[in-house]
């Protein structure tokens, strides 16, 4: 049951700049939990992208960044490259469900 | 570094039992830094939390799935386990194991994953 919303597609140029968005409620986000990003390239496992809202673990390039703000989250990519084609997620906790929930996911394309 | 593999069937009949292990390694289970998690995604959709257990044997459990689910640790193999009970064919989902940082809420390691598919 995905309570965070995302757009389904962004699409950009290679170099250019995108950003996606993850829309939450007041139970989740809006609550002050944290969100966390992963990308999930073609027939792989997720990797985390993003932590606590706009920490990048170590070997994640700089061109990803992450905020956040009231009931909503964006993972930014600038300098977009081949590499970074794949499938995001947000995650979070959710208080009204008692557990971490996810968003319904984007794919990224590099035109 | 942490490493972790899913086992178990691959092809489950509707109503019986989905069994999985987790094995890890190049870290202890018994860390208190880390949960340890169930995580699935049928093909082509999204991410589903399943649910997650602590060193001390302590649960949490999607209450969507919690009536169907158990999860158990074993510190001396280094694993933990999933059952999934009374499945159907929306059970059908690849299964990832993941450990979870207990300061962080989020998943900072996944297994490969692996595919349980239901039917007879």
């Known amino acids: 049951q995905s309570v965070l919303t995302q757009p389904p597609s962004v699409s950009g140029a290679p170099g250019q700049r995108v950003t996606i968005s993850c829309t939450g409620s007041?139970?989740?986000?809006?609550?002050?939990?944290?969100v966390h990003w992963y990308q999930q390239l073609p027939g792989t496992a997720p990797k985390l992208l993003i932590y606590?809202?706009?920490n990048r673990p170590s070997g994640v390039p700089d061109r990803f960044s992450g905020s956040k703000s009231g009931t909503s989250a964006s993972l930014a990519i600038t300098g977009l490259q081949a590499e970074d084609e794949a499938d995001y997620y947000c995650q979070s906790y959710d208080s009204s469900l008692s557990g971490y929930v996810f968003g319904t996911g984007t794919k990224v394309a590099v035109l | 570094q942490v490493q972790l593999r899913e086992s178990g069937p691959g092809l489950v009949k509707p109503s019986q039992t989905l069994s999985l292990t987790c094995t890890v390694s190049g870290g202890s289970i018994s860390s208190g830094s880390y949960y340890w998690s169930w995580i699935r995604q049928p093909a082509g959709k999204g991410l589903e939390w399943i649910g997650r257990?602590?060193?001390?044997?302590?649960?949490n459990y999607n209450p969507s799935l919690k009536s169907r689910v158990t999860i158990s640790v074993d510190t001396s193999k280094n694993q933990f386990s999933l059952k999934l009970s009374s499945v159907t064919a929306a059970d059908t989902a690849v299964y990832y194991c993941?450990?979870?940082?207990?300061?962080?809420?989020?998943?900072?390691?996944w297994g490969q994953g692996t595919l349980v598919t239901v039917s007879s």
């Open positions: 993941v450990r979870e940082t207990v300061m962080g809420g989020h998943f900072d390691y």
């Open positions: 257990i602590y060193t001390s044997g302590s649960t």
């Open positions: 007041s139970s989740n986000i809006g609550a002050g939990y944290d």
């Open positions: 606590g809202n706009s």
